[in-house]
């Protein structure tokens, strides 16, 4: 049975939507197993205009809170130049955390290098903030996360439409070069046609951050099969931020997802729901 600490964890996830709940969720999990309080800072800004509590309704375990001017002024440089990003490492350091966590140090944990449970365990003051995959959660924490009521009303009308077969699509492509080379929109359609080929009532949840994309699937297969949200394609609007929730949640609710290379979206979404992930590559 590991020893039980104290202290306390500051968590600043960043990044989409997605890499932000990981973050969060393995951030619970750390501060459960080390018997540590968690402070969660989410920072709303153009490329997530929205903040957690407009997102979701506040868990009892834990609460997530707009950052401190503090933290504020350090996230801003650690966005800009390699000057300021270089300012930034100083200015953290006056903080006087016993242990940080950044970006850089993922790899570390990928290759195991770095046990981060163990290192959060020994340390009385730990600081992450990160938009990585760290390979350490609880399905179970994932429940954590219920959208607020008029997000919910929306995620059930939609997904009261779903057939027991109901598939989950979810195509990458606008802000990920990684997702469009990997998994271009042609593997979907050949994907979506082979799934009709052996289920002829088989119908398709998408969600996609290409307009174009939706209009094409709706046209090529109609609305008998093709499902979807409606939505604001932005993420620098909050209706945006909303809708993107809806997706995701909506995808929980298929029997399966087919996702897209290199985007954590796919698999969160399978997380939330438990239910399996493919990821369409070449």
């Not at 929306?154 to 492509?173: A, V």
Request: proline letters at 4%.
């Amino acid at each position: 049975m590991r020893l039980k600490n104290t202290g306390k964890i500051t968590v600043i996830p960043v990044s989409g939507l997605a890499n932000r709940l990981r973050v969060v969720a393995t951030s619970i999990k750390l501060a459960r197993e080390s018997n540590k309080k968690i402070n969660i800072y989410w920072q709303a800004n153009k490329y997530l205009n929205a903040g957690f509590n407009d997102l979701f309704i506040a868990p009892g375990s834990y609460v997530v809170k707009k950052p401190p001017f503090k933290y504020s002024i350090w996230l801003i440089m650690k966005s800009h130049s390699v000057k300021l990003n270089r300012l930034s490492k100083w200015y953290l350091k006056l903080f006087k955390f016993d242990y940080i966590f950044l970006d850089a140090m993922a790899p570390m944990v990928w290759r195991n290098k770095i046990d981060l449970q163990k290192e959060v365990d020994q340390y009385e003051d730990v600081f992450i903030c990160s938009c990585q995959e760290l390979n350490y959660f609880d399905l179970e924490d994932y429940k954590l996360f219920v959208p607020k009521d008029e997000l919910m009303k929306k995620i059930n009308s939609i997904s009261n439409m779903f057939r027991p077969n109901t598939i989950g699509i979810h195509i990458r492509s606008t802000d990920n070069e990684m997702a469009k080379q990997h998994s271009p929109f042609n593997i979907f359609l050949e994907k979506i046609n082979g799934e009709i080929s052996i289920d002829p009532n088989a119908s398709f949840f998408i969600s996609t951050d290409n307009e174009e994309y939706q209009k094409e699937l709706l046209e090529e297969f109609g609305s008998d099969r093709i499902i979807f949200n409606a939505k604001e394609f932005r993420r620098d609007v909050s209706k945006g931020i909303k809708d993107a929730v809806i997706d995701l949640f909506c995808l929980a609710k298929t029997s399966r997802i087919y996702g897209s290379y290199n985007s954590s979206f796919s698999w969160v979404a399978g997380r939330i729901g438990n239910v399996p992930v493919e990821i369409l590559k070449k």
